[in-house]
């Protein structure tokens, strides 16, 4: 006997679902190895915190993103294009020079050249927000509506075991080869890259072995209309809907996106440098932040999607605002505890208990101001407004901790969510008009 939830359950069967959790493993992969994983490599090579802080700018990549999204839609790139199609061939593309540039990663030193890893690791950087883009397109083209709740699904989880593999597992490969935790050793970071860098080989094998969505809408070419109405359409005429639907309120609700997530970008660039300087091992720390640190993550995301259900967006919204800000207080205890693993599970579990919470509410809220019309342009728009500032105000971190120590940090990083605050009810006021 058929039953309807057995049925519903066949769509995670469907090739395309399952290739999703492929691509959404190769989206993830590469994110870390930029910021979190690499902050790590460079403290544990006596990079100066206040660089540290700078480098973490490379991740300002995926916030302008939307800058050279258009191009991955209309512009075809030579002999790929005619024998993959439109959005493999961009695909494809970006996965191998990701590869390309974590191979160059792992093979310089940045005590040596630090330059150059600099250089590859914003080539990482722009290849992995262009295989976001073209990996959206493809995800909302591949398969008819009721499936892309099971492709965002799948995506997300290859997405989380990327980021698993990229934190915890980059580190457990360095320390496995790590003669001693005690100095600082290149050859253990050119091994976990290098692995890093065969592991991109799933999203290409996946790229390969995928078919080109059959309906994706043809867009036309920049000839074929003219530059001034294709920059207008693409980029104009979505700012122009959402201040003609938001009026005055925009200004409130585009304040809101741009510093919602501030608490927790800005105290992440110097997490991982904080737990070296505790003492804590990369085992440690791969361990608790990286593997468990992130499973807290998905629960909160969990946790926070039952919420929006039972309490509604703002409120969620506003619960998930509070929270992030005042965890952040908990790594001033533990900057008090010291080499406490203990308290490193308490602190990573709150903390990351509450980023899921507020993920979930922020993506929920962001959802419900798209105009479907220009939903994928919007959605990039906003990701992007909420990623800039705090991205540049975290490249002055290292800084901040140099003159002022780490409890004063941590105190101010929960000290800029109070803002939030205040955004959020002002947001609540007047509900959005979508």
């Known amino acids: ?41 460079l403290s544990e090579a006596g990079i100066a915190r206040a660089t540290i802080g700078h480098l973490s700018w490379v991740g300002l990549a995926y916030g302008f993103k939307f800058l050279w999204s258009p191009l991955v839609d209309r512009l075809p790139l030579p002999l790929l294009t005619r024998t ?28 040596v050249n630090l330059t150059h890893t600099v250089f590859f690791a914003l080539a990482v950087a722009f290849a992995s927000a262009t295989q ?35 934190g915890a597992g980059a580190l457990w ?21 290098t692995a890093m ?3 991109m080989g799933i999203g290409i094998l996946t790229t390969l072995i995928i078919r080109e969505p059959e309906h994706a809408t043809p867009l036309p070419r920049i000839a074929e209309q003219g530059f001034g109405r294709w920059l207008a359409t693409s980029f104009v005429q979505p700012f122009v809907d959402f201040f003609a639907r938001f009026k005055w309120q925009a200004l409130v609700l585009l304040a809101l996106i741009a510093v919602y997530r501030i608490s927790d970008v800005v105290m992440g660039v110097m997490s991982n440098p904080f737990y070296q300087e505790m003492g804590f091992t990369k085992d440690e720390v791969a361990t608790v932040s990286k593997v468990y640190g992130v499973i807290m993550t998905i ?35 533990l900057t008090g505890r010291g080499h406490d693993v203990g308290a490193l599970v308490f602190t990573v579990s709150a903390d990351n208990l509450s980023a899921g919470i507020a993920s979930s509410a922020f993506v929920a809220y962001l959802s419900s101001l ?22 540049f105000i975290a490249g002055f971190s290292g800084e901040f901790v140099d ?6 940090f941590f105190t101010g990083t929960a000290a800029i969510g109070i803002p939030v605050l205040l955004l959020v009810w002002l947001a609540g006021r007047t509900p959005p008009r979508g």
């Not at 479907?372 to 705090?390: D, E, G, I, R």
């Open 1 to 41: 006997m058929n039953h309807p939830w057995l049925n519903a359950l066949k769509v995670y069967t469907h090739p395309r679902v399952v290739g999703m959790l492929f691509l959404g493993f190769s989206a993830g992969l590469p994110l870390l190895l930029v910021l979190g994983t690499l902050s790590f490599w």
């Open 84 to 111: 993959l199609g439109r959005r493999r061939a961009w695909l494809l593309l970006s996965q191998v020079c990701i590869a390309l540039a974590l191979l160059g990663m792992a093979n310089t030193d940045p005590v």
């Open 132 to 166: 976001d883009i073209a990996l959206d397109a493809y995800r909302i083209e591949a398969v008819e509506t009721e499936k892309q709740g099971a492709m965002a699904a799948t995506y997300q989880a290859g997405y989380r075991i990327a980021m698993i593999t990229a």
């Open 173 to 193: 490969i360095a320390a496995a080869f790590d003669p001693s935790e005690a100095a600082y050793d290149f050859h253990p970071w050119q091994v976990a890259y």
């Open 197 to 199: 860098a065969a592991l």
């Open 299 to 333: 629960a909160g995301a969990g946790l926070g999607g039952l919420l929006v259900m039972r309490m509604g967006v703002m409120r969620t919204l506003m619960l998930g605002a509070l929270l992030s800000a005042a965890t952040n207080l908990l790594f001033v205890w």
């Open 370 to 391: 798209v105009n479907q019309a220009y939903s994928a342009t919007q959605y990039a728009l906003f990701t992007s407004v909420m990623l800039l500032l705090p991205k």
């Open 403 to 408: 003159a002022y120590g780490w409890a004063a």
